[in-house]
């Protein structure tokens, strides 16, 4: 069943406005609206809130939207959902939950490199850190602009499966998706896009922070 179906069958059978709807994900409801009507959500982070917000009412058969309560006319303060997560790449550290007001990239967090992705729930996938949008067309078609792949970062990155699919990052704090092939050149590897307009490159180990497996690719 398409997101907007489940929306207008949810409202209908548990009786609940747009509006609290709205207050409840934080997604405005002309969007709710459209997508109810049958159009595609584009944002991947507002139709995570929507999912989850179904997926928690139609799990809870007595589950009542309350308007947020105010003292003395203020608001009450409202703790935002961890939408993002946050992967140390120099260490083994636990990820790090991270409120929305964070932006997806690589970047730092006291002094230490981290990547920020989106966190979702989708067990089908099986266990992964993050997920992150991909950008340009050096990977395509194999990789379309736009879509999404799910990263698992590695624990030992000695061993890697020539072929395969990985996310690498660099000392500069650039991050490239690419298939991975060894390289004559000791203790290196080859970074192979497949865009036969992007040339192979040639990276050292000792200049890679972390190394994230490719566990799936959600098209978008």
Not at 122 to 130: E, S, T
Not at 167 to 185: F, H, M, T, W
Request: aromatic residues 10%; contains cysteine; glycine residues 6%.
């Amino acid at each position: 069943m398409q997101i907007g179906e489940r929306l207008k069958e949810l409202r209908k059978k548990k009786n609940i406005k747009m509006p609290a709807i709205a207050k409840a994900t934080g997604i405005s409801k002309e969007n709710l609206y459209k997508w109810e009507k049958g159009t595609k959500p584009s944002d991947f982070a507002l139709y995570n809130k929507l999912l989850e917000f179904l997926d928690k009412v139609e799990n809870t058969p007595d589950y009542v939207y309350e308007e947020p309560k105010s003292n003395n006319g203020k608001p009450t303060k409202q703790v935002a959902p961890s939408l993002f997560t946050g992967i140390f790449l120099t260490t083994d550290d636990d990820a790090l939950p991270l409120a929305d007001g964070n932006a997806p990239g690589i970047t730092t967090l006291n002094e230490k490199p981290m990547l920020i992705g989106w966190r979702i729930d989708a067990p089908v996938i099986g266990n992964f850190d993050c997920v992150i949008a991909v950008t340009g067309d050096s990977m395509e078609p194999k990789f379309k602009s736009g879509s999404w792949i799910a990263l698992k970062k590695l624990r030992f990155t000695k061993i890697l499966n020539g072929g395969y699919y990985y996310y690498i990052v660099d000392k500069n704090l650039q991050g490239l998706l690419r298939r991975v092939q060894p390289s004559a050149e000791n203790n290196s590897i080859i970074l192979i896009a497949e865009n036969e307009q992007y040339p192979e490159i040639i990276r050292k180990m000792d200049d890679v922070l972390a190394i994230f497996s490719v566990e799936a690719v959600i098209m978008k």
